[in-house]
T-cell receptor, first 112, second 114 residues
């Protein structure tokens, strides 16, 4: 799987949008971009994933650049409960399944 | 639809004892993954199983650790002769066959070796 690079930490004011960047310059054509987060002492939580089109769900939006070498996860209105470590993971996708390889992620602190 | 269920949530073992961690995947999921998170460290992949089959165990320590996912019942992660360094959170995850294979995690089992 392609490697990803994320800033180690970010701050965001409550109610503002949190934009978390991720570089994945070695991504290959059949690899997806996945985002997970881990709130302290809890299991990782799936947020969103995409291949090349932008995606949106009830939790977040995922913007993938046209060359697919980077992406941004957007939490539109951050709350204190969004404080967590956010992981950007590139993963192949097929019926045989692929494990996720977690890096260090970005520690997001949402402040009042 | 119940999520990935892990038990026990917390387990205390003395050095040299065995630890068994159980994982029931989400309904309809045929793939199970085990991860370990040591204190203040990241999540490390251990093993990936389908029913009655180990697909990838590249992250498993060579000794004392084993995993199974039988035809019936939960997946089991077994740690024999535990040592203090095995103290960690162990997360199980599952995914369906097809359907994008999105992986969903359980809440983890915290093993403390005293």
């Amino acid at each position: 799987d392609a490697k990803t690079t994320q800033p180690p930490s970010m701050d965001c004011a409550e109610g503002r949008a949190a934009n978390l960047p991720c570089n994945h310059s070695t991504i290959s054509g059949n690899e997806y971009v996945y985002w997970y987060r881990q709130i302290h002492s809890q299991g990782p939580q799936y947020i969103i994933h995409g291949l090349k089109n932008n995606e949106t769900n009830e939790m977040a939006s995922l913007i993938i650049t046209e060359d697919r070498k980077s992406s941004t996860l957007i939490l539109p209105h951050a709350t204190l409960r969004d404080t967590a470590v956010y992981y950007c993971i590139v993963r192949g996708n097929s019926n045989s399944g692929y494990a996720l390889n977690f890096g260090k992620g970005t520690s997001l602190l949402v402040t009042p | 639809n119940a999520g990935v269920m892990q038990n026990p949530r917390h387990l205390v073992r003395r050095r040299g004892q065995e630890a068994r961690l159980r994982c029931s995947p989400m309904k309809g999921h045929s793939h199970v993954y085990w991860y370990r998170q040591l204190p203040e460290e990241g999540l490390k992949f251990m093993v990936y199983l389908q029913k009655e089959n180990i697909i990838d165990e590249s992250g498993m320590p060579k000794e004392r650790f084993s995993a199974e996912f039988p035809k019936e019942g939960p997946s089991i992660l077994r740690i024999q002769q535990v040592v203090r360094g095995d103290s960690a959170a162990y997360f199980c995850a599952s995914s369906p066959l097809g359907d994008g294979n999105t992986i969903y995690f359980g809440e983890g089992s915290w093993l403390t070796v005293v």
